[in-house]
């Protein structure tokens, strides 16, 4: 599928960073909070930003290989934190609550039936296969998985939302998220694995075994998108990468959360190679691979929080950056007010 996504506007990105240096401040004393609202201006096309409404879209989905004892959590997590995500009993629910922040839990491949009537219904299968055994999806599936993610992005826009975060629930994802970076950027498991959830260095050792044993077996192109999502991915890491092409193309900024996003930015990459102009990416996640990710991806996250709850913890964190930015932008005072004696 070919996606159609304007570059950003260089002209409203000139326009908020002209608006900032005549606020009665330092030049650039603002410093990252200035280059979010910059990014933010560009995306949108627009010098006024609109994030009072915004989403974090949470796509759920197993993984086979958590069959192989790469986690700590029993695999039923995945369904339990999906329900308890909408009652508001999650990290991710909590923050959104204090951040204003709209939910939606997508399930694109729980191995359980979901009945809660709240949550959106686009399972693909019941987990991913055995990513150890056998490739983790067909073609078929992971054009889906990918297909699910933009269409549901496409229609959270038209919701009106018009901030897209992208978080996600799924044992066994770091494994997956491990081997999808590895085949990418042609690196060892042992460089790119992490503890995930906390698992002994027994564990984490075999983990590592896991993922190389993978690769030797399926050798996923390098260059190909869909053959690395199919061989080693999850559906929704594959949901995730839909989604970031859906909000570019409708000039909508995604915040991108931790590990797990690391990986499907290097697979939206490859689909459409200015993504990451796009996507403003949270924090520095407490994986082992974290350095080395973002070497390859080449962007520079905005905290460091040693995070590895996932379900979009850290890019929930960012809203209180966006709207200090916001609010300086239309409350502040120029230079020119202070030089004339403004009066309120």
């Not at 005549?22 to 410093?31: D, E, Q, R, T, Y």
């Not at 992971?142 to 699910?148: K, L, N, P, R, S």
């Not at 199919?230 to 594959?238: D, K, M, S």
Request: glycine fraction near 8%.
């Amino acid at each position: 599928m070919t996606y159609v996504v304007k570059p950003v506007s260089q002209a409203d990105r000139l326009a908020v960073q002209q608006q900032l240096d005549h606020l009665a401040k330092p030049i650039a004393g603002l410093g990252r909070l200035e280059e979010l609202a910059v990014t933010i201006a560009g995306i949108q096309h627009q010098p006024q930003l609109a994030v009072a409404q915004r989403c974090c879209l949470i796509f759920a989905a197993d993984h086979g290989v958590a069959k192989e004892g790469v986690s700590a959590t029993p695999q039923k997590v995945t369904a339990i934190q999906a329900v308890n995500m909408l009652q508001g009993h999650t990290a991710a629910a909590a923050i959104a609550a204090s951040v204003h922040c709209d939910l939606q839990v997508i399930d694109v491949g729980v191995a359980a039936e979901l009945t809660d009537c709240r949550i959106v219904q686009r399972k693909i299968r019941y987990g991913t296969r055995d990513l150890l055994q056998e490739p983790a999806m067909t073609l078929a599936e992971a054009q889906q998985a990918v297909a699910i993610g933009h269409d549901v992005a496409q229609q959270a826009i038209a919701q009106g939302n018009r901030l897209l975060l992208l978080g996600e629930l799924g044992i066994g994802n770091t494994t997956s998220a491990a081997a999808i970076l590895a085949a990418r950027y042609h690196l060892s498991a042992a460089q790119i694995v992490g503890h995930g959830s906390n698992i002994s260095d027994q564990r984490f050792q075999h983990k590592i075994d896991v993922v190389t044993q993978a690769l030797q077996r399926w050798q996923p192109d390098a260059d190909d998108s869909l053959d690395i999502l199919r061989t080693v991915g999850g559906y929704e890491i594959g949901a995730k990468v839909g989604a970031m092409i859906g909000a570019a193309e409708q000039g909508v900024p995604v915040i991108l959360d931790g590990f797990i996003a690391y990986a499907a930015l290097s697979l939206a990459e490859l689909l459409v190679p200015d993504i990451s102009q796009y996507v403003l990416l949270a924090h520095a996640s407490k994986e082992n691979g974290t350095d080395i990710a973002l070497k390859h991806l080449n962007l520079n996250p905005l905290l460091q929080l040693d995070l590895a709850v996932g379900e979009g913890t850290g890019a929930l964190l960012v809203l209180p950056l966006i709207d200090a930015i916001q609010s300086v932008l239309t409350r502040m005072n120029t230079q020119q007010d202070m030089q004339f004696g403004y009066q309120p």
